[in-house]
């Protein structure tokens, strides 16, 4: 007993007769159907170059377009053939000419000969697939498709939005429940026969000329009518992307397409020279049993396909630009805002660096520079330290940072002295941790000596921006993770976010926190506030400062380190 | 309003044929799927042997080159290239807008229904797996996915230490020599006019505009698509009409396949042809982005 091969081609001809001639000198009886659309010469062409082998026959041509039910129509009449010309044939594989055979066709002959009435095909019910392009699933059976998918896509999709609409409906036979999977199936003679030889098949016919995508349904309907062995799977390797394309194979998946231990795969690029070569050569035995594995394959598919549709979170390029919400993650990883910290704390950048083993950079909005860490001009993937062109594109700048430095989290400070234009991307990002102590920016202004007029003037400007950013961050739809200290509140305990902040960013290194980070000497600073007061701003951001002294906890810790027990 | 762009990009383009001269014409050997180079240039002879080497290994059929009045040899080399048609022209690169009207005019006329790429011989196409499939590889699957174009950015490539530290050789890879690049200082901004994405960034934008960000040149670009005589490049190669060929990104979050253009500018022979294509003006907003390459090469040309 053996299996024979049916093999519809379109393309390719001189590759599907290297395949054909494989089979058929292989003991495997052959039937070819052509499309009716290749040309002549190109059909004459491989009846010719196939003349000399005895087991192959050509079937009669049509016109197979992709969802249409030439397709089936060819199957048919090439199958009739098969069967009656090859008495010898248990099996018939339908395959195309784009097929290549990756194990020795006695591994395939054995392997069926175990498995004498089993039938290889993918049969599904209609809510179990997921794979159906255009949400057409059951729809496919009641609805008619008179238009082409390809060429009059129009009018296709019109007109299964108005039989939508008005609710028109195709009765399924009786007796027929659905099934759909993948076209390339290998059954016995007896169910094939079964299946052709039915005295209602004009009638099935008729109604499934004008179902959507027969080739992936009449069999997989029928089979479950007439057969009790149904193994539902495809024992052809094919792999769709996101389109439902069939994925192609080159000479570089050699060595996947061996391991698979798949008998059959399909598509193979016609001039992928390497694999022809090697996989129709007698020489490729595989492990005599092994049942076919394609997990692999399946893996590095479906990591392709998720790449083309989720693309990588946090990068932006020519090929990736992200509507609006639609980025599946704006930046690439977590990273920390600090916002008054470098105020309120003298050296919080070395402090923090040190505290949780990463790289802090000052303030890289600031109007002057971006000032990264170290002091740096050039930061990783070349980022310059130009403000211009900072301010040109402060997205790609931010972005880019954290796509560049992926695996290193990235510290920034941030203030309502730097350019603003960020603020609403980064209140929008899950990966943003902001920590905001506000009025801090009161510190140095206390510090500065300059003209009070000019401070009071300063600090009603930047009360204004910091005010409009604790707006933004207090909005619902934020998605970073915020936390807000006034002045008075952080200076009272400033440990205890100091360490729920380093515990966020190196949560490994399960240290308590040893030492304080200096800071800022506040003597005064209460009467500096009231001075802004008499001068007639109202400074609210900081909290509650007394205007007549200091508060004695922070001023006592001053410069001391800070221990815990 | 575009469409009318478009025809009047391709009529300027039909109008522009008279300025070209031919010089060897092989088109007649152009199978009904060769894969086309189109290409403009001027005195780069240095570079010619390892452009055609290049592009021939990765499968490309015919080249057809438009010859900027070289006096350097180029065109005589050319001429003698069995796979190059060559045409000449003693008329104003910039009034051809920087060779696209010629180019157009060709693709017109030899590119319809052929992959075309239009590339500079000093740029130098890349693609996934391109170290072990051929460009046919990728076309044929192109075709096979329905994409009617494919986008392939600008990477400045540059040496480390001055640009004349080593010489470049007749025949070398560039590449020997620049290997270095910025790897993620690029700014992307939408044109909702065209639908194409502008790029800027890159040591260029680094070094020589700093200051002046929206200056530096762009860096997107479209170099491979199934040509149709009725499609149009509408500003060098970063544009392209009708506009849905200029959809080469995903929005909805996905990554669609992409090139690269390597780009041997940096190498010893940039100081010298920064001083002449200053004197000629002969390049885009009065050749800005070449006086500011002087500027700088006179400072310190060490990118």
């Known amino acids: ?565 | 309003m575009l469409r009318l762009a478009r025809k009047r990009w391709l009529f300027r383009a039909f109008r522009k044929r008279r300025e070209l001269r031919n010089v060897a014409d092989r088109t007649s050997a152009i199978s009904h799927d060769a894969i086309l180079v189109f290409s403009t240039l001027r005195n780069e002879r240095f570079r010619l042997p390892f452009f055609l080497r290049y592009y021939r290994e990765m499968g490309v059929n015919h080249f057809l080159i438009v010859d900027n009045d070289s006096d350097d040899g180029s065109r005589e080399y050319l001429a003698e290239q069995p796979d190059v048609s060559l045409w000449t022209t003693r008329h104003s690169y910039k009034r051809a807008r920087f060779g696209v009207d010629w180019l157009n005019w060709l693709q017109m006329k030899y590119g319809h229904n052929h992959w075309c790429l239009v590339v500079d011989p000093d740029e130098f196409f890349v693609y996934p797996f391109c170290d072990i499939r051929p460009l046919r590889a990728l076309t044929d699957w192109l075709d096979a996915s329905s994409i009617k174009s494919f986008s392939a950015m600008l990477l400045d490539m540059y040496p480390k230490g001055p640009f004349d530290a080593q010489p470049y050789h007749e025949g070398q890879d560039p590449f020997e020599i620049a290997q270095w690049f910025d790897s993620g200082n690029y700014t992307i901004q939408r044109n909702r006019k065209y639908g194409n994405l502008w790029i800027q960034g890159g040591p260029r934008a680094r070094m020589f505009f700093p200051d002046l960000p929206e200056r530096a040149p762009a860096l997107n670009k479209v170099p491979l698509v199934r040509w149709n005589r009725s499609y149009a490049y509408a500003s060098s190669t970063h544009m392209l009409l009708p506009r849905g060929l200029n959809q080469v990104y995903d929005e909805w979050g996905g990554e669609k396949a992409s090139g690269v253009l390597l780009h041997a500018k940096f190498l010893d022979t940039f100081a010298h042809k920064a001083e002449e294509e200053m004197e000629r003006r002969q390049h885009y907003a009065n050749s800005h982005e070449y006086r500011a390459y002087r500027l700088a090469m006179a400072k310190q040309p060490d990118l």
């Open chain 1, 1 to 565: 007993m053996t299996v024979g091969f049916v093999m519809l081609c379109h393309t390719a001809l001189d590759r599907a007769a290297q395949v054909a001639r494989h089979w058929a000198t292989h003991g495997c009886p052959v039937v070819i159907h052509v499309d009716k659309r290749v040309k002549r010469k190109g059909y004459d062409g491989l009846v010719k170059a196939l003349g000399d082998l005895g087991n192959v026959r050509f079937s009669g041509r049509h016109a197979c377009e992709w969802g249409t039910w030439g397709i089936v129509a060819a199957t048919q009449e090439a199958s009739t053939i098969m069967l009656r010309s090859f008495p010898q044939v248990r099996h018939v594989y339908l395959s195309s000419g784009s097929c290549l055979p990756l194990r020795p066709v006695a591994e395939l002959v054995r392997y069926l000969d175990e498995r004498p009435r089993t039938d290889f095909i993918e049969s599904m019910t209609t809510e179990d697939v997921g794979w159906t392009i255009g949400g057409l699933n059951l729809e496919r059976f009641t609805m008619r498709f008179p238009y082409s998918w390809r060429k009059q896509r129009r009018l296709f999709d019109g007109c299964v939005r108005l039989q939508r609409r008005i609710g028109l409906k195709r009765r399924i036979p009786a007796g027929i429940v659905p099934h759909l999977g993948s076209q390339w199936w290998c059954l016995t003679r007896s169910t094939l026969s079964a299946i052709l030889d039915n005295p209602d098949r004009a009638e099935i016919e008729r109604y499934f000329r004008h179902v959507w995508a027969p080739d992936e349904s009449y069999f997989q309907t029928l089979v479950r009518q007439v057969s009790d062995q149904v193994e539902s799977r495809s024992l052809t390797l094919s792999k769709f992307d996101f389109q439902g394309k069939p994925h192609i194979f080159y000479d570089d998946h050699l060595q996947i397409l061996r391991r698979s231990d798949c008998f059959v795969a399909r598509k193979i690029w016609p001039h992928a020279n390497r694999l022809y070569d090697s996989f129709l050569s007698d020489n490729s035995s595989g492990q005599a049993a092994a049942e076919p594995n394609p997990g692999k394959i399946d893996r590095l598919f479906a990591r392709a396909v998720e790449r083309r549709t989720k693309g990588r979170a946090g990068l932006y390029m020519q090929s990736r630009h992200p509507n609006e919400n639609w980025e599946n993650g704006r930046t690439a990883a977590p990273y920390s805002v600090f916002e008054g910290f470098s105020d309120l704390f003298e050296n919080f950048e070395i402090w923090l660096g040190k505290a949780t083993g990463t790289r802090v950079h000052g303030h890289l909005f600031a109007p002057d520079r971006v000032h990264f860490a170290g002091g740096d001009s050039i930061y990783n993937g070349a980022l310059c330290d130009s403000a211009a062109m900072r301010d040109y594109n402060p997205k790609s700048v931010l972005t880019s940072l954290i796509w560049n430095t992926r695996g290193e989290r990235q510290c920034f400070q941030f203030g309502p002295a730097d350019n603003q234009d960020l603020k609403w991307f980064m209140a929008g990002d899950a990966n943003a941790h902001i920590s905001v102590i506000s009025g801090a920016w009161a510190i140095p202004l206390f510090h500065s000596n300059r003209n009070f007029g000019d401070i009071r003037h300063e600090a009603a400007q930047l009360q204004k921006i910091e005010a409009e950013f604790l707006t933004i961050l207090r909005a619902s739809w934020v998605k970073a993770r915020v936390r807000t200290w006034t002045l008075a509140e952080f200076v009272e305990n400033p440990m205890e976010p100091l360490q729920t902040i380093v515990d966020e960013i190196s949560p490994r290194s399960l240290r308590r926190l040893t030492e304080a980070p200096l800071l800022a000497d506040l003597t005064g600073f209460g009467q500096f506030l009231q001075n802004l007061r008499n001068q007639g701003m109202q400074p609210v951001l900081m909290g509650d400062f007394p205007a007549n002294g200091v508060l004695p906890m922070a001023a006592n810790r001053r410069g001391r380190p800070y221990l815990v027990k």
